[in-house]
């Protein structure tokens, strides 16, 4: 996809030929600074001209000889991405460019060997199980993960045949008398939706090294870590131990409440399988979506992140001090369980402590009436908004029992009276006053009659 390059003279001056970029992101400048340029010197695209990278929007693509075009069918899922050379592009389904620049550049926000981008969040999640399980492989999952994760797991997985156990994976101990010959994946998210539970990936990637000693290549059990609610500026769990990595682009990373988006970072062996099955069940992300995403999403992800984490350390242990609130769940707080391990698991770029944007609390439901405070957040609130979905430039606020997490139809995965924040970008003051007057207007009245 050379725009531009082979031309001989450019209004009168003779062309000299394009410079020749460096293929992959630079890794002498910093995480945040790479976000901004991404791999604008990708085999993708020529970005001699363009400073914003171009939104490519073709369904096909013109093949200059019928080799070209069988050359592509065959090369389809075998290259090696940004290995230099421009892929023959054939369809948009196969492949495009907008989005494989954009897989370049999560690849290195991740610190992956490959990624491949899906038309949603679960789509992501689907492609990475389904098409490395064969009939008779098994999951193990962290009990609590996001409410279709779950319905995934409980619905249609055992129905095709992939049995899926349940397991704290922070108990390895007895993870080791759930793993069998036949597990191939062990799924979590760290933080946990919605309750932020941590897992400790180190001690699981020994775990994991340790059963994968007898184990073929093709059969390793794989540590996969949906890294939605951290996102790579808050944590990098390919650094930490894990092998895959999954996304909802339409959280944090989208950033703007405006794309449904989903990724898979893996290990470059699952790379043609994950493109094969991708192109044969067809949930793409559409290069308008994946151009959005890369533009204004992925260039100000540090940015919206600090200030959002900014705010959520004001407001977390300020909701503390309510009476009727019993407990606030924010890996920033000292009051979190699992404090040590997430000064250790959460940090950003620079290293610095990073908590996140998402604060979980439950209230006693004898003081403050649950749902009345959703209620009036709904009626009232200028700067909250009841919504599900998280990571907006908005601060959502939502009941993962009776909404996200309905499909635990046990509450096991959040309490009833569990309220999830997900912290915007407006000023932490105005957050603060919409939410003392939804909790105040929920307060039961227990004055004895
Ligand atoms: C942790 C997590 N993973 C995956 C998803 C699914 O993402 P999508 O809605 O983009 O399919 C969500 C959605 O809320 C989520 O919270």
């Known amino acids: 996809m050379s725009v531009g390059s082979g031309q001989a003279d450019l209004y009168g001056v003779p062309f000299s030929g394009l410079p020749k970029y460096p293929m992959s992101n630079n890794d002498d400048y910093k995480p945040t600074t790479r976000l901004v340029h991404g ?6 695209w020529d970005f001699s001209h363009h400073v914003t990278p171009p939104l490519s929007s073709s369904t096909t693509y013109r093949l200059d000889s019928a080799e070209r075009g069988a050359r592509g069918f065959t090369e389809f899922g075998q290259y090696v991405r940004d290995d230099g050379e421009t892929p023959v592009y054939i369809y948009d389904r196969l492949d495009e460019p907008t989005r494989s620049i954009l897989e370049g550049e999560l690849c290195d926000a991740e610190g992956g060997e490959c990624c491949v981008t899906f038309a949603s969040g679960m789509a992501a999640i689907a492609a ?3 098409s490395i399980l064969a009939l008779g492989d098994e999951i193990v999952t962290h009990p609590v993960v996001y ?5 995934l797991f409980t619905n249609w997985y055992p129905k095709f045949g992939f049995p899926v156990h349940y397991h704290n994976l922070n108990d390895i101990e007895g993870l080791a008398q759930v793993v069998s010959d036949k597990t191939r994946v062990l799924f979590m998210e760290s933080p946990a939706n919605p309750t932020l539970e941590l897992i400790d990936l180190g001690a699981l990637r020994a775990f994991a090294d340790k059963v994968n000693e007898r184990r073929p290549d093709d059969r390793k059990l794989l540590i996969y870590v949906d890294n939605t609610f951290a996102t790579p500026f808050c944590q990098r769990p390919i650094a930490l131990g894990a092998d895959v990595v999954l996304h909802s682009l339409t959280k944090n990373i989208g950033g703007f409440g405006t794309e449904i988006g989903g990724a898979v970072i893996a290990p470059k062996s699952m790379l043609s399988t994950l493109l094969l099955y991708r ?10 979506s994946a151009w959005a995403i890369m533009v204004y999403g992925l260039p100000t992800l540090p940015l919206r992140l600090k200030r959002q984490q900014y705010t959520a350390n004001i407001v977390a242990p300020w909701l503390e001090k309510f009476d009727g609130i019993v407990q606030v769940t924010y890996p920033g707080l000292d009051s979190f369980p699992q404090r040590d391990l997430a000064h250790k698991q ?9 908590p996140g944007n998402m604060i979980y609390f439950t209230v006693n439901d004898d003081v403050i009436d649950a749902k009345g405070l959703l209620n009036y957040v709904a009626e009232n609130a200028y700067s909250v908004t009841l919504a599900v979905s998280l990571g907006h430039t908005k601060t959502l606020i939502e009941s993962p029992a009776n909404m996200t997490h309905s499909s635990y139809t046990d509450g096991s995965a959040a309490s009833s009276t569990g309220i999830r924040l997900s912290i915007g970008l407006e000023s932490p003051g105005d957050i603060q006053r919409d939410l003392e007057a939804a909790i105040s207007a929920a307060r039961r009245n227990t004055q004895p009659a």
Request: neutral net charge; aromatic residues 10%.
């Open 39 to 44: 791999p604008s010197h990708s085999a993708k």
């Open 128 to 130: 990475s199980m389904s």
């Open 147 to 151: 409410g279709c994760t779950h319905s």
């Open 279 to 288: 192109k044969d069940f067809g949930a793409i992300l559409s290069s308008k």
């Open 346 to 354: 959460l940090r950003d770029f620079d290293n610095d402590f990073a």
